[in-house]
């Protein structure tokens, strides 16, 4: 396992180069005076469920910042379905929102509502996810990360991973993949890709891979199935904690040693990653930070006011990172 100094040099590395059927469930509205006295800006946000530990800081942060912003906040939870999400983006369009902002299920399949926000002259915001449109004047700008750039650094993480534990030999990698279709399960499946095709060519070689739906009831299933079918899979390559959080729980069922007989990279940085590791059953993690709000509210409200913005905002690094690891490792000396 890497040292705690070690891996955290490693995170914070990361972060910096890169910068959590049935009808959509929605929050009542949430307000705050402005305190100058002028209408409160209303800001209708769908978020894409509550998959993970990743996606409930996420929703706590957007929730805690349009609060302090003084913003009228209607929140949308779509369960991790697109028609859910839809649905919502059009209540908000009905309701004649100021803003709308939304972290996409998918990439693809937006294209319909977007114009009609367009035509209803709402200003829409991406959070964290991107989407596929053929006209990019849908939206106005994207607040997230660059989930390829943290693929890639999962698969340069690996290699020092690889070399802290002595690992001689080929590399036999089993991916879970987060949702089919998703910006994040694309981009950093695409960028771990690259690293491995162009520096371990001979070497890895992803033996299986298959989604687990950024969940840890998903990674779980998934990774049981994976051990059934490849025994000798010696590296597990997940592409949030959650699902390797639950992976782990299989790793150990079959006898096997998470973080030694498999080693473990995964993305995110939630408390439950952080505590795996202190345990030595993930090796290493990538940070996505999850904190959007301030940032969100900021976009708010220069969008509303018809100032210029950036057409991508990379996600501001914090010391997320640094504080989950002492709320997880309160007394572990490395």
Not at 16 to 27: F, I, M, R, W
Not at 71 to 78: C, G, V
Not at 172 to 189: H, S, Y
Not at 216 to 234: C, E, T
Request: glycine content about 8%; charged content about 25%; overall charge neutral.
């Amino acid at each position: 396992m890497l040292s705690r100094r070690n891996f955290l040099t490693a995170a914070v590395g990361v972060a910096a180069a890169t910068g959590l059927a049935a009808c959509a469930k929605e929050d009542g509205a949430s307000s705050a005076s402005a305190g100058s006295g002028s209408k409160a800006i209303t800001l209708g946000f769908s978020q894409v469920g509550s998959e993970s530990g990743w996606r409930t800081a996420n929703s706590d942060s957007v929730k805690s910042a349009a609060k302090e912003a003084g913003y009228t906040l209607k929140f949308s939870d779509a369960q991790q379905k697109q028609e859910n999400q839809i649905s919502a983006i059009r209540n908000y369009i009905a309701q004649k929102v100021d803003v709308i902002a939304f972290s996409p299920v998918v990439v693809t399949g937006w294209d319909a509502v977007l114009k009609e926000a367009k035509a209803a002259k709402i200003p829409v915001v991406l959070t964290d996810r991107s989407v596929e449109t053929s006209d990019d004047s849908l939206y106005v700008t994207l607040v997230g990360s660059d989930f390829t750039d943290e693929g890639r650094r999962a698969a340069k993480i690996l290699e020092k991973v690889l070399e802290k534990a002595g690992h001689k030999g080929a590399v036999k990698i089993a991916q879970l993949e987060g949702t089919t279709g998703a910006a994040p399960a694309i981009e950093r499946a695409k960028g771990f890709k690259e690293v491995m095709e162009a520096d371990h060519a001979d070497d890895w070689k992803v033996v299986v891979s298959q989604t687990g739906d950024f969940t840890r009831a998903g990674g779980k299933q998934v990774m049981a199935a994976f051990l059934q079918s490849n025994p000798d899979i010696n590296v597990l390559f997940a592409h949030n904690d959650d699902m390797a959080i639950g992976a782990i729980q299989s790793i150990e069922a079959a006898g096997k040693k998470p973080g030694k007989d498999i080693l473990i990279v995964s993305i995110d940085g939630v408390k439950d990653g952080f505590v795996a590791m202190s345990e030595g059953k993930i090796n290493a993690i990538v940070e996505c930070n999850p904190l959007l709000g301030p940032q969100l509210m900021e976009v708010v409200k220069k969008v509303k006011d018809g100032e210029t913005v950036e057409r991508w905002i990379k996600t501001k690094e914090s010391d997320f990172m640094q504080d989950q690891a002492k709320d997880a490792l309160p007394t572990r000396k490395y």
